[in-house]
């Protein structure tokens, strides 16, 4: 069973170049008591932001899982905390040279299915023409024009809207022999189903046939083979199984490999097709910046690639609905210690400490905007006020809603010990009389492009300059959809069961992405007094996942 976060568990991530980076994480480790061997000193840039994404594939998230497998920690580190001087970014990156050379040997493999797909439409209409010869529409006519053009005249390539329309074209030219089948003479559909039967597993596999026999039933495989039917059901749900693990590591070569040879096997050139064209996606698309701490929660992936996110499986609203969850590789939590300097972070670190023994207690401030709509702006307003409703409803803390357009106003809102609001972007504003220990977070773009500027006006920068221990931001637009929502944040944070770093573990929707959080991840300001019961927690059908993917909710007893 798992329990919650110790402080064993966590690996403090260090610049070894950077004499404050090693000041600030020697200091968190005694304080929190993290072994000595849990200090993970890296060789980064002195001061930048901002690596590149082939440094930190090699220098970064390689380094790492060779220090960790080297002292025998893989198994046991499920935080990752990176330290002033770490750098925050990781910025945009083209195809390399081997994801080139394997988009050229995809484009080759592109151009063989192409030539297989026209042979098969023209294959599937001469079937169709066997019992209507005055038929022929114009995918037939399209395959026909293929096939009588000189070997010699034909590209050596294919494009890959060419590909997605031979694809149409072969599920057309299927869809119309099907029917004429269907409308042939009795004596004569038995003979042609079967050709169909023999024809079909090269073009669409064993899978799609399978899927094929329950919406287009085919005589020659009812009935009499219907047990070989439900046996290659049984092989089917094992092999997409493996299919769903390999895609989620579809960022390794090999993976990919497997992954078009298994989409071959099960789906024939068809399912080939489809995979190529979604892996040349994959390669030839630059990935944009990211967060590093995003990054490194896949530290277990492996390399960076992919033009953007991944989803998180442990985010609980993701978690119930994953069948394969086990095939996923691990994720690591993920916090950020750092600030405007040395000096301001061990503040933090100090600060939190303090108020995880005394407990935190003060008033929960949401600041929606007053929309009623049905996009998706509308739907986060509806999020926060229903994240205050369940706090107003389930606990005795005391909750200030604001509805409007207008931000809160720090003289109308003193003694915050939570807060929420948005969307003010890149422009803080001081809205609440924010208490020592306090988390919150604002929901805009670019609130974490930096920590190192005295004079951003950002939000992150500026909630910690006043007092707060736990937040999170954007180092780029991030779109609204990759946000902890506060109405899941909130109140696990308000439970008390878990720390920081597992409350944003459990809410990030995404990973691999821009959002990073920033606070000490031990840090758990309702341990001493909760406000939200286990028992509350089981009966919300969403925050009860949170006990399924941390059975044991605990935390150590807080630090003297």
């Not at 493996?242 to 024939?268: A, T």
């Not at 702006?377 to 409803?393: E, G, K, T, W």
């Not at 439970?495 to 959002?515: C, D, H, K, N």
Request: positive net charge.
């Amino acid at each position: 069973m798992v329990r919650g976060l110790s402080p064993q568990q966590v690996a403090i991530v260090v610049n070894g170049n950077n004499p404050d980076s090693l000041r600030v994480a020697r200091y968190y480790a005694r304080a929190r008591h993290i072994p000595p061997a849990n200090l993970l000193v890296l060789n980064l840039p002195f001061n930048a932001d901002t690596i590149t994404a082939g440094f930190y594939n090699v220098r970064v998230a390689r380094a790492i899982r060779q220090i960790l497998q080297m002292r025998h920690l893989k198994r046991k580190i499920r935080c990752l905390v990176t330290t002033y001087g770490v750098p925050l970014k990781v910025g945009p990156a083209t195809p390399t040279a081997q994801d080139e050379a394997e988009l050229a040997r995809l484009h080759t493999q592109l151009a063989r299915c192409a030539r297989d797909l026209r042979r098969g439409i023209g294959r599937l209409e001469r079937l169709g023409q066997k019992n209507d010869p005055s038929s022929a529409g114009p995918a037939s006519a399209a395959a026909a024009g293929s096939q009588k053009a000189p070997a010699a005249s034909r590209p050596a390539g294919i494009s890959t809207t060419s590909a997605r329309a031979l694809l149409k074209n072969f599920q057309t030219a299927l869809q119309a022999t099907i029917e004429k089948i269907r409308n042939a003479p009795p004596r004569k559909q038995t003979k042609l189903n079967r050709r169909l039967v023999r024809l079909l597993p090269r073009y669409i596999g064993p899978a799609g046939l399978l899927a094929m026999i329950h919406v287009n039933p085919l005589s020659p495989l009812a009935g009499p083979a219907r047990a070989a039917r439900v046996r290659g059901e049984q092989i089917l749900r094992r092999q997409m199984r493996l299919y769903v693990k390999l895609l989620i590591r579809r960022n390794r070569r090999q993976d990919r490999g497997k992954m078009r040879r298994l989409q071959r096997r099960e789906f024939g050139i068809v399912g080939l097709t489809r995979q190529i064209l979604s892996d040349e996606v994959f390669l030839s698309s630059r990935r944009p910046t990211t967060a590093l701490d995003s990054d490194l929660m896949m530290l277990w992936y492996g390399r960076l690639a992919g033009p953007r996110w991944f989803i998180n499986p442990m985010c609980i609203d993701i978690w119930s609905h994953l069948k394969y969850k086990r095939d996923y590789p691990r994720v690591m939590m993920v916090s950020r210690l750092d600030g405007l300097s040395p000096k301001m972070v061990i503040g933090m670190i100090r600060r939190s400490i303090r108020v995880q023994n005394k407990g935190l207690s003060g008033v929960a401030y949401f600041d929606a905007r007053g929309l009623h709509g049905r996009d998706a702006y509308s739907d986060f307003d509806r999020n926060i006020r229903a994240a205050a409703r369940y706090i107003r409803s389930h606990t005795t803390m005391k909750v200030v809603l604001n509805d409007t357009p207008a931000l809160l106003e720090a003289k109308n809102c003193p003694d915050e010990a939570i807060y929420c609001g948005w969307y003010s972007v890149h422009h803080y504003v001081d809205s609440c009389q924010w208490l020592p220990g306090s988390v919150a977070y604002h929901v805009a773009s670019f609130e974490l492009d930096s920590l190192h500027n005295p004079s951003d006006t950002a939000w992150c920068i500026n909630l910690l300059k006043n007092g707060v221990c736990g937040t999170l931001g954007a180092v780029a637009e991030p779109y609204l959809f990759s946000f902890p929502l506060p109405s899941q944040f909130f109140p696990l944070l308000l439970s008390g069961r878990f720390t920081q770093a597992e409350v944003y573990y459990l809410t990030t929707p995404v990973m691999g992405w821009r959002i990073a959080y920033v606070g000490d991840p031990l840090y758990n300001p309702f341990q001493k007094d909760p406000l939200i019961s286990r028992k509350q927690l089981q009966a919300n059908p969403m925050l009860r996942n949170a006990l399924l993917e941390l059975p044991g909710g605990k935390t150590p007893a807080p630090p003297r």
